[in-house]
């Protein structure tokens, strides 16, 4: 069964450093997004992408932060200069489309930032 | 825009016992009502979803839950629980135009035990 890849499973930064984080969508998905969970927190929307642009982006999608599709198969989201609050899980998810009628996300595993 | 309430953080329950897990929303517009499992080291997995038509939905392991708009709820129910039905479970909504994004509620872990 097809299913999102996210490398690494679990990344550990220093503050102030550059981290890019990757997923694999499902082959066929067009659409795109990032979600992130502070421990103990909500899941958060980040960003939606689709057709090597971003659609919609929450509050929390600073400068700091930039998505990318450099290939037919990755899907990366970048943090430029990490601060302590960004140590959270960060998950990719894609969907077939993205407007229109209901469209099933699917979730990668997570990837797990710890930012020192 | 919508918001998601998941009162409980935290339900321990006896094998066989039934369970269930409280979510209300809130919104402005009419929304889609999903709920998504989380297993210990894995991503999210949808449960069950509500669309449209019939206001209980079901699962293919005997979870169910209930669309109430009057009460704007869509509380998440399993008659008799299993071990392995230990996991996060995390209530969300989006809207039915535009790109979907998905709010979610911050989850309630399920502790079943023998």
């Known amino acids: 069964e097809p299913e999102v890849t996210q490398t690494p499973s679990h990344q550990v930064t220093q503050m102030g450093q550059e981290v890019i984080l990757r997923c694999v969508p499902i082959?066929?998905?067009?659409?795109f997004y990032w979600y992130r969970q502070i421990l103990g927190q909500k899941v958060e929307f980040l960003v939606s992408?689709?057709?090597?642009?971003?659609?919609?982006k929450s509050e929390i999608f600073d400068d700091q932060f930039s998505v990318e599709r450099p290939d037919g198969s990755n899907f990366t989201l970048k943090i430029r200069s990490t601060k302590l609050e960004d140590s959270a899980m960060y998950f990719c998810?894609?969907?077939?489309?993205?407007?229109?009628?209901?469209?099933?996300?699917?979730f990668g595993p997570g990837t797990r930032l710890t930012v020192l | 825009a919508q918001s998601v309430t998941q009162l409980d953080s935290q339900v321990p329950v006896f094998e066989e016992a039934p369970v269930e897990l409280r979510c209300n929303y809130s919104s402005s517009v009419s929304v889609y009502l999903f709920w998504y499992v989380q297993y210990p080291n894995q991503g999210l997995q949808l449960l069950l979803k509500?669309?449209?038509?019939?206001?209980l939905v079901e699962s293919i392991n005997g979870f169910e839950a209930e669309f109430n708009k009057s009460q704007t709820s869509f509380h998440l129910r399993k008659p008799s629980v299993h071990i392995s039905d230990t996991a996060e479970y995390f209530c969300a909504v989006s809207g039915r135009t535009g790109f979907q994004k998905l709010v979610f509620g911050t989850g309630t872990r399920l502790l079943v035990s023998p």
């Open positions: 082959s066929n998905h067009l659409y």
């Open positions: 992408f689709y057709n090597n642009e971003i659609s919609e």
């Open positions: 998810a894609s969907s077939e489309t993205g407007t229109g009628f209901y469209n099933e996300q699917f």
């Open positions: 509500y669309l449209s038509g019939s206001t």
